[in-house]
């Protein structure tokens, strides 16, 4: 069974809903968490950063951590056709070296007009 | 533009060839990562440097060799490709130790090995 585990998708939502995200995870050690968007052929790029548990909100966007139900959440409030891509959350433990992040398999997203 | 150039973009590659996929960064980095993007897999880290003239292995090493003679370039080399090697292939970068920058990524190169 992988750590990190995501709903494929694809989730398609009209222009101006809210799109709500999640992963759940096994590894209780797991501190640091990130969200990636990924547009269609392009690499993944960093959305938001969170370490260790509570909310983070950087404009339309939302990242939520609940460790106790080993559960991150992001939100995208005011969807536009341009949010249209595939997430991927990423997350590590704090004894794990800066390149064993474990990624999701990624949500596909589509906002349409 | 600072960022991660990877090259090609796209190659198709006979099994048994040898190939080396090129990444070269100019932000500077510490650390860079090779992963590879499956459909269902997510990414999942072949290997890692985290300074120049170190390497490490990560979840799906085998098959696969890197160097890292200095901070900007990081190339991976397939040595005989087989047909599971089709992959995305994507190189990263980050500042090592700060994680609040995440990852650079470059826009991958897509590999189909016949």
């Known amino acids: 069974q992988k750590e990190v585990e995501q709903d494929p998708g694809p989730l398609s939502v009209p222009e101006g809903a809210i799109v709500s995200l999640n992963c759940t995870y096994s590894n209780s050690a797991f501190q640091y968490f990130m969200w990636y968007r990924q547009y269609s052929r392009k690499g993944p790029e960093l959305l938001m950063y969170t370490y260790s548990s509570g909310n983070k909100e950087d404009g339309r966007f939302t990242a939520q951590v609940d460790k106790s139900s080993k559960y991150i959440s992001l939100f995208i409030r005011d969807s536009q056709p341009s949010d249209s891509a595939t997430y991927l959350c990423a997350m590590k433990s704090w004894t794990d070296s800066w390149g064993k992040f474990q990624f999701g398999a990624g949500t596909q997203v589509v906002v349409t007009p | 533009i600072a960022g991660i150039t990877q090259a090609p973009t796209s190659q198709i590659l006979a099994a048994g060839r040898r190939m080396t996929l090129r990444c070269t960064q100019d932000m500077r980095h510490n650390a860079m990562y090779w992963y590879r993007q499956d459909l269902g897999l997510g990414l999942r880290l072949i290997h890692y440097s985290n300074t120049a003239g170190t390497t490490g292995k990560g979840e799906v090493p085998d098959g696969y060799s890197v160097s890292r003679a200095n901070t900007d370039d990081f190339p991976l080399t397939l040595a005989s490709a087989v047909p599971s090697q089709t992959s995305v292939y994507f190189c990263?970068?980050?500042?090592?130790?700060?994680?609040?920058?995440?990852?650079?990524f470059g826009s991958g190169t897509r590999l189909t090995v016949v």
């Open positions: 990263a970068s980050s500042r090592g130790g700060e994680a609040s920058y995440g990852y650079t």
